[in-house]
């Protein structure tokens, strides 16, 4: 049975992510598990994402006399204490009636930015309600066109952001060999977006225009040659395409092509702080996080989804300290050993 998103219990805060990923696993049902978990027929792409990673090692340096580590980014005009922003997962519903709403206090309590999503169950209008979190609105063109438009105004008026495209949505997602149902019981559908959808999106409002799903230069240049601001490298974690390159791989060839024009950031496969530095030494601005705060909702409510990106914070910064980095703002790859 599916557990309300509630107050983390007092043994959270003596739990790491991994352990915080098992109790999750213990609490929900199979099918919300499956549903947080899955991945797309054989799993290979998800397998992929956090392969690739670990394959990443760190050089050691530690005569640097470093005694303060700066985590800090400014991004579309916000300041905010880690490089670790919330992903804009359409299935945090299933935890709990609550749990949408919780996962975006978390990221206030975070200290972080919340991408949000209308895959949810949750309103344009219902996300800022009792929240400071900065917040960043998603779409993918499920209503159509110009619903997706008239969302993206109301969201610059309610003080969004930014607002964005998720554009790997031609076809729906998938777990395992099944295509699950959306958040209103409907079978889920694909739908084709082009450089005229960023076109026109970027005239309807005075917002920063974010484009997630890009995973090659060719997607990579005609979304920012079309006005977008803001590029999210992804695979959707491997709900996808089966069989691709992991967004770790990619990411190097896309901030080369367009990382001076455009701000790059990038999900699918991080789990951990040491993950999250590698991506920023390889050019990525900052990294989105969905199934640990899937967790972290499921087991601690608000509270919950703070303590992973706490957790998550603490460990980039013990990577910095034993790598020489000062500041995640300065990292470069030669902190890197790629195996």
């Known amino acids: 049975m599916e557990r309300n998103a509630g107050t983390m219990p007092h043994s959270m805060m003596e739990m790491s992510v991994a352990e915080i990923e098992e109790d999750a696993k213990r609490i929900l049902s199979l099918e919300v598990w499956k549903k947080c978990i899955g991945a797309a027929e054989s799993g290979a792409t998800f397998r992929r994402n956090q392969d690739a990673l670990s394959k990443i090692l760190f050089k050691q340096r530690i005569l640097h006399g470093i005694t303060s580590l700066h985590t800090s980014i400014e991004l579309f005009g916000q300041q905010v204490s880690t490089p670790l922003l919330v992903a804009p997962l359409g299935s945090f519903w299933m935890v709990g009636p609550s749990a949408e709403h919780d996962v975006v206090e978390g990221a206030s309590l975070g200290g972080t930015i919340a991408f949000v ?8 209008e219902e996300y800022t309600k009792g929240t400071h979190a900065p917040l960043i609105w ?13 969302l993206a105004r109301v969201a610059e008026k309610l003080g969004y952001v930014a607002v964005g495209l998720t554009v790997d949505s031609v076809e729906p997602s998938k777990v395992g060999d099944h295509i699950p149902l959306d958040s209103s019981g409907a079978p889920r559908k694909g739908f084709s977006a082009t450089p005229k959808n960023i076109e026109r999106l970027k005239k309807e409002v005075n917002l920063p225009i974010v484009v997630k799903g890009i995973m090659g230069v060719s997607d ?14 992804s695979n959707h974690g491997g709900r996808k395409l089966d069989y691709s390159l992991s967004a770790i791989e990619v990411l190097p060839e896309i901030v080369s092509a367009v990382g001076g ?6 999900d699918s496969g991080f789990r951990r702080g040491t993950d999250a530095l590698k991506a920023l030494a390889m050019g990525a601005k900052a990294i989105l996080i969905g199934r640990p705060v899937f967790w972290g909702v499921a087991v601690g409510g608000p509270s919950g989804v703070a303590r992973v990106i706490e957790l998550m914070t603490e460990e980039l910064k013990r990577t910095m300290m034993f790598t020489g980095v000062k500041d995640v703002r300065a990292v470069d790859r030669n902190i890197l050993i790629f195996d």
């Open 220 to 233: 990579a240049l005609a979304a920012v040659n079309a006005g977008a601001d803001a590029l999210i490298v």
């Open 138 to 150: 998603m779409s993918n063109l499920t209503d159509g066109e110009e619903e997706t438009y008239r």
């Open 117 to 124: 999503t209308h895959a949810g169950r949750s309103s344009v």
């Open 261 to 266: 024009k455009t701000d790059i950031l990038i």
